[in-house]
């Protein structure tokens, strides 16, 4: 059973910084697309940035101010978030897509304060 575990979310002010980590358990990562996503009240679920290793993507709106990467060996993804805004503020998800099935952790809130 594929499980996925966030932590790291938290209050910081703006132009703070947080890291975020998700570790997997159940599978190894190492052929996985791992991605974060994000969602604030009242929005749909976004996507924020995913890694596959050999590329990256990123949603414009983090683009120079987040950091995705990935520790295969732990089967651990993190994501680095500096120069936070309010507009931050959301529930971050860890996602996992392994052999095309999608896999969510519970998520981990983070608040950016003005």
């Known amino acids: 059973q594929v499980q996925l575990v966030e932590s790291g979310g938290g209050l910081v002010q703006a132009g703070g910084s947080l890291k975020l980590s998700c570790v997997v358990s159940?599978?190894?990562?190492?052929?996985?697309?791992m991605g974060w996503y994000r969602q604030a009240p009242g929005k749909e679920r976004e996507l924020v940035a995913t890694?596959?290793?050999?590329?990256?993507n990123y949603a414009d709106s983090v683009k120079g101010r987040f950091t995705i990467s990935r520790d295969n060996a732990k089967s651990t993804v993190y994501l680095q978030m500096n120069s936070l805004k309010p507009e931050d503020t959301a529930l971050y998800y860890c996602?996992?897509?392994?052999?095309?099935?999608?896999?969510w952790g519970q998520g981990t809130q983070v608040t950016v304060s003005s």
């Open positions: 996602n996992a897509q392994i052999f095309r099935i999608n896999f």
């Open positions: 159940g599978s190894t990562i190492n052929r996985a697309v």
């Open positions: 890694t596959s290793g050999t590329t990256t």
